[in-house]
């Protein structure tokens, strides 16, 4: 036994039934774990940070159109119903396959009979990670805090600026990187800027701003149907935004992002160009593929490693084709369910976990007000106002709770009534991070992550 982990923190008695350790309190760490509270299994939910958050509607958070406790929720809360259950916040740094242990950060450590990884994925600079500093990445609060911060301070100085190409540059904001998250960060910053702080300023024009989509492939939103990100483009730019495509980032700075060699001054950089999944591969001693991820049966038990799973993000898992299934919400909440519904009748009655079989609901983006795209699958397809509508629907109803259903519809009914957002504030979590660029981009681990990756 390391000794240096030897602190039995496990929260409570087991009482001979059969403890189930879950790495992380996403969608698929918490639909694993809802799914196990009906049966008589131990379970333990372990998540550096007290709450639930709903990545897809972050950046809204980061756009001031949400609050973070609009679309966060104590993990506690999500769970209480369930009396076997236990949630202990702290940081997962490696696990001990041999004595069956996940060891924490600090001395302590909590055994298991089963070992379920859902600890997700950030953000990849393509190993430029210099660049987070100036470019972070949407994946946390604190990331979507210091994004609001940027493009609303970006407004304040350039109100009081007399140089013209400064106050062009206070209010230029680029996103690097076509997906869902970066089509729903333009349109949403193009939407602020237009409409909510127009009438706001009196030194500067804020429907002048600028807002600029960078993709290097050849198109926007390549994982939908090539109609729909032609409509999604053309939804873009008659809101303003500028779509370049076939444009990769050749450096990010402090002042800007550097193009075929020119620099493109900005204020504000948001990265969503790729992900890379936590380093959960490390804790357990397998070759993570070329995204990080850990290759998992059709059972989604890890290969060759007994009683340890892996799901969402954090898995390399095949569709019925061969083909790695896509880093999406659904694909994670739907993983876990399967999981946590056959995993007691594995450790009870010894029946093997059937093959996970993912059902594909859809694929969709919001692009700007009142218009979404929606791809069913199967060449149906779906765009404009009653995408829109179906879009908030989804979103509203996968909300954990009442009370975050009934605040969202309702700020979402008001904002699209009167074209203001309420939460319009400049914080940040420590004085030393007053200028909001100094703010630090989130890390890998068993927080939800999601970028244009992890979708409804």
Known sequence: MDDAHSDDLTPAPTGGLPHVVIVGAGFGG????????????RVTVVDRHNYHLFVPLLYQVATAGLSPADIAEPIRKVLRRHPRIDVVMGEVIGVDLSGRRVLLAGSGHIAYDQLVLATGSAY??????????????????????AIRARVLRG???????RDADEQRRLTTTVIVGGGPTGVEMAGAIAELANWSLQRDFRNIDPRTATVLL?????????????????????????????????????????????????????????????????????????????LGRIAVEADLSVAG??????????????DESGQPLPALAQVAKQQGLHLGRHLPLLVGDGKAIPPFRFRNRGNTA???????????????????????????????????SFEKRLLVSAQWLWRWA????????????????SDPRAAPSSQ????PKIPDHRRI
């Open 418 to 433: 009167t074209y203001q957002r309420g939460a319009r504030l400049i914080t940040w979590d420590t004085p030393s991070d």
């Open 30 to 41: 918490l639909a694993c774990a809802q799914a196990l509270g009906r049966h008589p299994v």
């Open 305 to 318: 490693i007994e009683r340890v799973y892996a799901i969402g993000d954090t898995a390399l898992s095949l």
């Open 124 to 145: 990849t600079y393509f190993g430029h990670d210099d660049w987070a500093a100036h470019a972070p990445g949407l994946k946390s609060i604190a990331d979507a805090r």
């Open 366 to 400: 919001v692009v700007g007000r009142s218009s979404a795209i929606f791809d069913f699958g199967g060449g149906r397809q779906m765009k404009g106002w009653l995408a829109w509508i179906l879009w908030a629907l989804i979103h509203v109803y996968l909300l954990v």
């Open 444 to 447: 890998p681990g068993s927080e």
């Open 155 to 161: 407004f304040e100085q350039a109100e009081i600026s």
């Open 214 to 290: 960078i993709e290097a492939g050849p198109r926007i939103l390549p994982a939908f149907p090539e109609p729909l990100a032609d409509y999604s483009r053309r939804k873009l730019e008659k809101l303003g935004v500028t779509v370049r495509t076939g444009a990769p980032v050749e450096e990010v700075r402090e002042d800007g992002v550097v193009i075929a060699g020119r620099l493109c001054p900005a204020n504000v950089i948001v990265w969503g160009a790729g992900i890379k999944a936590s380093p959960a591969a490390a804790w357990i001693g397998v070759p993570p593929d070329r």
